[in-house]
């Protein structure tokens, strides 16, 4: 129901755009819109008890085609020789249901050849792949390294960007700081938006690729945990930095982030920082690159325990600060200072009990609780792949990708998984990309 | 015996001219009134994966491209860029799709490129070295 409300703002959102295009036919006629696209279709087979965040989706499960289809269709026109407008609607498929997006849609002002200004709605930069996560054929995997990409705000945002390229002798320099509103995204495992984000992206364009940077501050973001419901304050950083080079026909392309979360008010979590990280070695033969990559990602969770969490829920209850009233300044003391021992003494079950703040068979489950973790989340993981692709250029537009993937988590963690995975999955892909 | 030893060292040339004539050569072209005398190969592929967007005075470049999959923008594009067909299609889809770049113009052929190049101090293109004629100046001869 809120994802639909969504939708119709967006498209009331790309309505106004476009009847803004439609008002001026004197200037649509000099300057045609162009229309791109992209799709792509996949199957996905092998060791799928446990569906996993791929990085932009949930995949897996017994459903195995349609875990990667996607259709993009992008209108541009230049409203004058320095303003222009572009809109992108995204649709995808994940598993039983299709989202329709309006992913891009804004006015971009270039006063110079060397400075262009966004304004609307654009895609947020965090990662090298990120802005165009979903153009398969721009990229060689089948799917950018879930390690990386996933546990990372991945969405569209309402705000502003600039473009800046400094030419540097033979070699470009282009920096990209913007800010703006996050909406709603569930691809860290939380529902998040913010009412501010700032970033900044630097690309160094040279001879053999690229080289990249970013630094992402968000402040002061709300949001809820959809298993509770409960609303929490979030702040976080990151920092990425990236490399995507060719010589000659070897292919190099390697990317690192670090991140940490800050959460006040979210039970289980209060703080989460992680790393993570891949290499990727291709070579190129004629239209087959085949290649192979190595990702991981790692991250720490000061995570309180279930048993803080149960103790926390039945102390904040009225019903127990009335009991704690009825009992001696001794006992209220024992009870504070060790609650699990005072638990165990039968007057407090039955006091507890009797005055309807724990059930017998909640009482019975403290002990047990001390050592138990709470499921992981997209935020909390610790997993490694590795990968080998093989991608052919089957017509001009089109690729055809190849991958066959090994997935361990590692130590207690789940890795990206939803439920505990076997102690090593394998996937193998084939997905279809083509642009036109 | 001699005339028919002459005759081969005649032919022979001329037989290696024949499979050569398939490629000529290409030559980048721009409007007779453009200041540019010559252009680096640097440049142009600089120019042609919007690295470079503006001459040397100042004003912007309109780079004039080739129909996809037609050979001459196959061979322009490996002896340039150094890069094939789907290459250059996989960089632009980086571009076009995040708002950041627009790709050359696409025209019909050599004749359609001279017409416009002619008609615009800003146009650049490459056509087939046979197509040359005054209409246009060739500032680089790619071999």
């Not at chain 2, 032919?11 to 252009?39: C, D, E, R």
Request: glycine content about 8%; proline content about 5%; aromatic content about 10%.
């Amino acid at each position: 129901m809120r994802k639909s409300r969504r939708k119709n703002r967006k498209f009331l959102g790309l309505a106004c755009g476009l009847s803004l295009l439609a008002a001026t036919p004197v200037q649509a006629l000099e300057n045609p819109i162009t229309i791109n696209g992209f799709a792509s279709a996949g199957f996905i087979t092998g060791d799928l008890d446990a569906s996993f965040y791929s990085g932009t989706d949930i995949i897996g499960d017994s459903a195995t085609f349609g875990a990667d289809n996607t259709i993009g269709l992008q209108i541009f026109s230049n409203v004058n020789d320095k303003v222009s407008f572009t809109g992108q609607l995204l649709a995808k498929g994940v598993i039983d249901s299709y989202s329709l997006d309006a992913h891009w849609a804004f006015v971009d002002y270039h006063p110079r050849s060397d400075l262009s200004i966004r304004a609307g709605r654009l895609v947020l930069p965090v990662m090298m792949v990120s802005e165009f996560v979903d153009v398969g054929y721009a990229y060689p995997w089948a799917r950018p390294p879930m390690e990386v990409y996933s546990g990372i705000p991945l969405t569209s945002y309402s705000g502003i960007d600039m473009l800046y390229t400094a030419h540097i002798g033979d070699n470009n320099l282009i920096i990209q700081p913007y800010m703006g509103s996050i909406p709603a995204s569930s691809n860290i495992g939380l529902d998040v938006k913010t009412d501010l984000g700032i970033g900044l992206n630097t690309t160094f364009q040279f001879e053999y690729g690229f080289l990249r940077a970013h630094v992402m501050q968000v402040k002061g973001v709300s949001g809820s945990d959809p298993s509770t419901g409960s609303g929490f304050i979030m702040d976080a950083q990151m920092v990425a930095i990236g490399a995507d080079l060719e010589f000659g026909n070897v292919v190099v392309i390697s990317e690192y982030i670090k991140k940490e979360f800050e959460f006040t008010g979210l039970e289980p979590f209060s703080e989460v920082s992680g790393e993570a990280g891949y290499l990727t070695l291709g070579y190129r033969m004629g239209k087959f690159l085949p290649h192979i990559t190595f990702a991981s990602g790692d991250n720490d969770v000061d995570q309180v325990s279930a048993l803080d969490v149960a103790l926390g829920q039945m102390t904040a209850d009225p019903d127990f600060l009335a009991y704690m009233g009825t009992l001696s300044p001794a006992e209220q003391q024992a009870l504070a200072a060790d609650p699990i021992a005072a638990l165990s003494d039968p007057a407090v079950q039955a006091g507890l009990v009797g005055a309807g703040i724990v059930t017998p068979s909640e009482l019975q489950a403290f002990p047990s609780l001390a050592g138990m973790q709470l499921p992981p989340s997209p935020l909390a993981y610790k997993q490694t792949s590795i990968t080998l692709g093989l991608r052919y250029e089957m017509l001009s537009n089109t690729a055809l990708k190849l991958e066959y993937q090994e997935i361990e988590a590692q130590e207690e963690s789940w890795g990206l998984f939803v439920s505990e995975p076997a102690d090593k999955v394998k996937l193998a892909s084939f997905v279809i990309d083509v642009t036109f | 015996m001699k005339k028919f030893i002459v005759s081969i060292f005649i032919i022979f040339p001329l037989l290696f001219l024949g499979s050569a004539s398939s490629y000529a050569g290409l030559v980048v072209v721009v409007h007779p009134a453009n200041s540019m005398q010559a252009i680096s190969k640097e440049d142009l592929k600089r120019i042609y994966l919007s690295k470079k967007k503006e001459f040397s005075d100042g004003s912007l470049i309109s780079p004039l491209d080739h129909p996809k999959d037609s050979e001459t923008k196959k061979t322009f594009y490996k002896k340039v860029v150094g890069k094939s067909l789907s290459q250059v299609s996989s960089y632009w889809s980086r571009l076009i799709f995040t708002g950041k770049g627009i790709p050359p113009r696409v025209m019909r052929g050599d004749e359609e490129i001279k017409v416009w190049v002619a008609g615009h101090p800003e146009g650049i293109g490459y056509i087939n070295k046979k197509s040359i004629d005054d209409s246009v100046k060739v500032i680089l001869t790619i071999k």
